[in-house]
């Protein structure tokens, strides 16, 4: 392979590892309502996530939000952001490569907007 197309094939190889550095532009997501308050089901999701796993609480504008690994959403391997008042929140969940670990993040935040 001549040295042009080994410097073609890893500027493509490159770019496509780089398409969406915001967490939430990835197509791995969920999105729902739930009746608990935000700090009840930020908890609920947290307590179903390895124990090794860093997260951070953030208050952001009128919606709480957990992030995994990272509050960088470039960097971050999970977000899941609640907002809402009273009765019903929204909720939307996204994870970065949720292939490697089956979604985990994402099936917490469905189960725990249920129960």
């Known amino acids: 392979?001549?040295?042009?197309?080994?410097?073609?094939?890893a500027g493509l190889l490159l770019a496509?590892?780089?398409h969406d550095p915001?967490?939430?532009s990835g197509r791995d997501n969920t999105f729902g309502?739930?009746?608990?308050?935000?700090?009840e089901y930020l908890n609920c999701v947290k307590a179903e996530l390895p124990d090794t796993a860093k997260t951070y609480v953030v208050q952001?504008?009128?919606?709480?939000?957990?992030?995994?690994?990272?509050t960088d959403p470039t960097k971050a391997e999970g977000l899941?952001?609640?907002?809402?008042?009273?009765?019903r929140q929204q909720?939307?969940?996204?994870?970065r490569d949720a292939w490697?670990?089956?979604?985990?993040l994402l099936d917490a935040a469905l189960m725990c907007s249920r129960v």
């Not at 309502?33 to 700090?39: D, F, G, L, R």
């Not at 909720?91 to 994870?95: D, G, K, L, N, P």
């Not at 490697?100 to 985990?104: A, S, T």
């Open 22 to 24: 915001d967490i939430r």
């Open 33 to 39: 309502m739930t009746s608990k308050s935000p700090p």
């Open 91 to 95: 909720f939307s969940a996204y994870q």
């Open 60 to 70: 952001n504008q009128d919606a709480l939000e957990l992030f995994v690994a990272s």
């Open 16 to 18: 496509g590892c780089a």
């Open 80 to 87: 899941v952001k609640v907002q809402g008042a009273g009765g």
């Open 1 to 9: 392979m001549s040295r042009l197309m080994m410097a073609v094939a």
């Open 100 to 104: 490697y670990d089956k979604g985990r």
